[in-house]
């Protein structure tokens, strides 16, 4: 049987949730938790490397204005590295400019979400880079 997030005895995907912003980093992982996923946080860019080396996350949300070392250049740090590089991450930010968006591609994202965003898109959004369906097999 294949080891797939459907698969009740394959571990649920992690989620590595780096935002600086308390409320909305335990919103998100409140929201995903309850819908199944496995969820470690960081508050900044240096944790969310020492996070992203240690558990090696599934995917991660990275919001890219961040105190100590800002999200873009923890992406690219990540993209560097042989462990991490294969991690999706998905940029998570407030603005909504072009150029913001291009930059966070540039860096190594693989996609970006603008904030504020509905649970539901976010998880769409996990699924759609994870190719995966919903963890608990709904689709829902």
């Known amino acids: 049987m294949a080891d797939t997030p459907q698969d009740k005895t394959a571990p649920t995907p992690m989620v590595l949730i780096v935002d600086d912003a308390r409320d909305g980093r335990e919103s998100c992982a409140d ?5 199944g996923y496995r969820v470690a946080t960081a508050e900044d860019g240096e944790e969310a490397l020492d996070r992203a080396f240690e558990l090696r996350p599934d995917i991660i949300l990275m919001d890219l204005r961040l105190p100590k070392m800002d999200g873009l250049e923890a992406t690219e740090i990540l993209k560097k590295d042989e462990r991490t590089r294969a991690i999706p991450i998905i940029a998570v930010t407030a ?3 072009p150029t913001t968006h291009e930059d966070a591609i540039a860096a190594g994202c693989n996609s970006v979400i603008t904030k504020p965003c509905a649970p539901r898109e976010l998880e769409a959004a996990i699924r759609d880079e994870l190719g995966t369906g919903s963890v608990d097999g709904n689709g829902a």
């Open 31 to 35: 929201y995903l938790s309850f819908r």
């Open 95 to 97: 603005h909504a400019l």
